[in-house]
């Protein structure tokens, strides 16, 4: 089925914005029902949902993240990505992007570390 990869670099810097993008293949993410999210996880917080783009384009964010966070896609890629501005230490953790129906699908994370 749905296959992701997560890539974007793994050393940030605080006040930088982070880029990452996801990789899909194995369907395409325009096929209805389904929702591309990024979820991040660390050791303090555990599993945190930060937003989704569904297939037809609409978006989601997380209301404690919205503020710094934007999602994007590209359907002649078959990929989307995840914006995240301003980064602190805090935002340290493995970054997840998801596919599929009901998160059916997980790339196997990138960690990114935020250090000066």
């Known amino acids: 089925q749905v296959q992701l990869q997560e890539s974007g670099p793994g050393l940030m810097k605080p006040s930088q914005m982070l880029s990452l993008t996801c990789t899909v293949s194995g369907d395409s993410i325009t096929t209805s029902g389904y929702a591309s999210s990024w979820i991040r996880q660390s050791p303090g917080k555990g599993l945190e949902w930060m937003g989704a783009?569904?297939?037809?384009?609409?978006?989601y964010y997380s209301l404690s993240l919205k503020s710094r966070t934007s999602i994007s896609r590209d359907t002649s890629k078959n990929q989307f990505s995840l914006q995240l501005s301003s980064v602190t230490p805090d935002d340290t953790a493995v970054y997840y992007c998801?596919?599929?129906?009901?998160?059916?699908?997980w790339g196997q994370g990138t960690q990114v570390t935020v250090s000066s």
């Open positions: 998801t596919g599929g129906f009901r998160f059916a699908s």
């Open positions: 783009v569904t297939a037809e384009g609409r978006t």
